[in-house]
């Protein structure tokens, strides 16, 4: 406290206190009353048209006025945690928006949200039903025989489903953010979903739509102090710091925007993946065929972060080991699970080598 | 831990930092001991002690769920009313539907992109009539297109039928989806969160 007096008369120091206090005393009500009543801002921005629909999906078509250089179209699969606008989350952070402004036809499948109804889905019915159905679509709808999908997380691994399971549209090339592929070694999930009572068939067959509270709890308690405190003094801290809370308040809105599982979807998810990890055994099969991942010719991108705790880098990593095929890149990055599409690594880094990655082995618009 | 923080004030050379700042000194501590925390708290949830503690919880809520669906739905059969089960069923139906749209979608376009190479098939495999055909056999070839030509616009008759068939299906599925729902009762075991 000697130090307040160092360098001020009693009287400024005062003056300075009390505009500390006020500072402090300004930031905590705004911080208040963002979490209490601020309006949502705007996400998934980028003009789109919506291609098809089935139940609640919907598969959109993004538009462009700038020109277009790529014949092979990109589709985009996402998990079904949370929702698909992290993709395109606002201007200027936006995977969707990169690649169409370097000249990338891209469509993304939205699963939209699950109800009561639909808690008999299964990975079958979303591979078969929806993937299969939505390549098709847009393969039409580019003018393309060929492909490509970009699969996010749990996207990937249904991605790699279909990509083994059907040769029409061609798979030309395939790009995983994230996506778990070796269920061995999980990290946390590990420990928590091989637990002795820890029963997928019990919480399915009695909740029938895992709901999406309990998935919520799931994913924020990996890191709970984060996830449950360390959100909103971020928030403060941001204020605090007279820096702008747009990006939080977007991030905020993405993060606590889950939809309800299907409980048949969730007992394929645990059962089969992570306690049987049945997917690099070939053991996996949907509809009375087997999904054999040498089948997958594919090029291959395998994009990881290196702090993820969701999906470890060797569980993405494990694709270049047993899928098929001769092209297969691996990139690590130095962020966390969602670093890989938020953020400025993704920015500057992850999205220009997927453009880049996608752009060397992509059909080029031939000029008319 | 302030002593650092008051060196590193003084190191910059604004005689306003000068000021031991008591705010700037909590945030400082305040997140420090955050990150401790978060580490701990990780480390925690990491083991099989919390998951197996965990799950007791689960089970215990699983089997106190599981009853009390049975007395819903228990319920749910005696009264006159439709329950959200009914309702699931409906629209089960509808996305069944859909399904059949979407086959018969895909076939038709096969089925047309088919024809397109098989016309296109058909097309290079007439070649011009030579010259020292007599007119008798021209006239026969000539007859034999002439059918061709109607076989393949009554084709294309019954494909444009059958999309604008498919057509109007749509819009009759777009229509049932955009009308109002019945609001489905809500139950205790399907609203947990």
Redo the contacts between chains.
């Keep these: 406290?000697e130090?307040?007096f160092?360098?001020?008369s009693p009287g400024e120091?005062g003056e300075?206190?009390q505009q500390?206090?006020e500072?402090?005393l300004m930031t905590t009500t705004r911080w208040r009353e963002i979490l209490s009543y601020d309006p949502r801002p705007a996400t998934g921005c980028s003009p789109k048209e919506t291609l098809w629909t089935?139940?609640k999906a919907q598969l959109y078509h993004y538009q462009t006025s700038s020109e277009r250089r790529y014949r092979t179209p990109v589709l985009m699969i996402y998990a079904l945690i949370n929702r698909p606008y992290v993709l395109d989350l606002t201007p200027g952070s936006s995977l969707v928006e990169y690649l169409v402004n370097e000249g990338f036809d891209v469509y993304l499948l939205d699963w939209g949200e699950f109800?009561?109804?639909d808690?008999d889905i299964t990975y079958a019915d979303l591979v078969y039903?929806y993937i299969a159905?939505a390549a098709?679509k847009v393969a039409?709808s580019a003018g393309s025989k060929e492909i490509s999908i970009i699969g996010y997380c749990m996207g990937g691994t249904m991605s790699t489903l279909y990509a083994a399971l059907f040769n029409r549209p061609v798979l030309k090339n395939l790009v995983y953010l994230a996506a778990p592929i070796d269920f061995n070694r999980a990290?946390?999930y590990d420990?928590?979903l091989k637990?002795?009572?820890?029963?997928p068939d019990?919480?399915a067959d009695?909740?029938?739509?895992v709901?999406?509270?309990?998935i919520d709890w799931g994913t924020r308690?990996?890191?709970?102090?984060?996830n449950y405190?360390?959100t909103y003094?971020r928030l403060w801290?941001t204020l605090?710091e007279g820096k702008s809370v747009h990006f939080w308040k977007v991030l905020n809105k993405w993060s606590s925007d889950n939809v309800?599982f299907p409980g048949g979807a969730y007992r394929d998810w645990i059962r089969d993946f992570y306690q049987g990890n049945k997917l690099i055994k070939n053991q996996v099969i949907l509809r009375g065929k087997r999904v054999q991942l040498q089948r997958i010719k594919a090029n291959i991108l395998a994009m990881v972060g290196l702090r993820d705790?969701i999906v470890m880098p060797h569980q993405t990593a494990a694709a270049l080991t047993y899928l098929g095929g001769n092209d297969k890149t691996y990139m690590e990055f130095p962020v966390g699970h969602g670093g890989l599409v938020l953020g400025e690594t993704a920015r500057m880094q992850v999205f220009p080598e997927i453009a880049y990655w996608l752009g060397e082995r992509s059909e080029i618009l031939s000029e008319e | 831990m302030s002593n650092d923080i008051m060196s590193d004030e003084i190191k910059q050379d604004d005689l306003k930092v000068l000021m031991f700042n008591p705010f700037k000194a909590w945030k400082n501590m305040y997140f420090v001991s955050e990150e401790a925390l978060t580490a701990i708290t990780r480390k925690a949830v990491e083991t099989t002690m919390f998951a197996n503690s965990v799950d007791v919880i689960l089970n215990s809520y699983l089997q106190y769920l599981k009853l009390q669906n049975e007395v819903s739905n228990y319920i749910a059969e005696t009264l006159p009313f439709s329950s959200h089960r009914d309702t699931a069923r409906v629209a089960k139906m509808l996305t069944a539907l859909e399904n059949k749209v979407d086959h018969l979608d895909e076939e038709l376009f096969t089925e047309l992109y088919d024809l397109k190479e098989d016309t296109a098939a058909i097309l290079e495999s007439i070649t011009p009539v030579p010259a020292n055909v007599s007119g008798e056999v021209e006239a026969g070839l000539a007859e034999q297109m002439n059918q061709q030509i109607k076989i393949t616009e009554a084709l294309l008759d019954k494909i444009s039928g059958l999309e604008l068939a498919m057509e109007e299906m749509k819009a009759s599925l777009l229509e049932l989806k955009a009308k109002p729902k019945p609001a489905a009762r809500k139950s205790k075991k399907t609203t947990t969160e």
Excluded: C
């Design positions: 406290m130090r307040i160092q360098a001020h120091a300075i206190l500390n206090w500072h402090w089935k139940n109800e009561w109804e808690r039903d159905t098709r039409r990290g946390t420990v928590w637990a002795p009572g820890y029963d019990r919480i009695t909740m029938e739509l709901p999406k509270s309990f308690m990996l890191n709970p102090m984060a405190w360390g003094t801290k605090e309800n705790h």
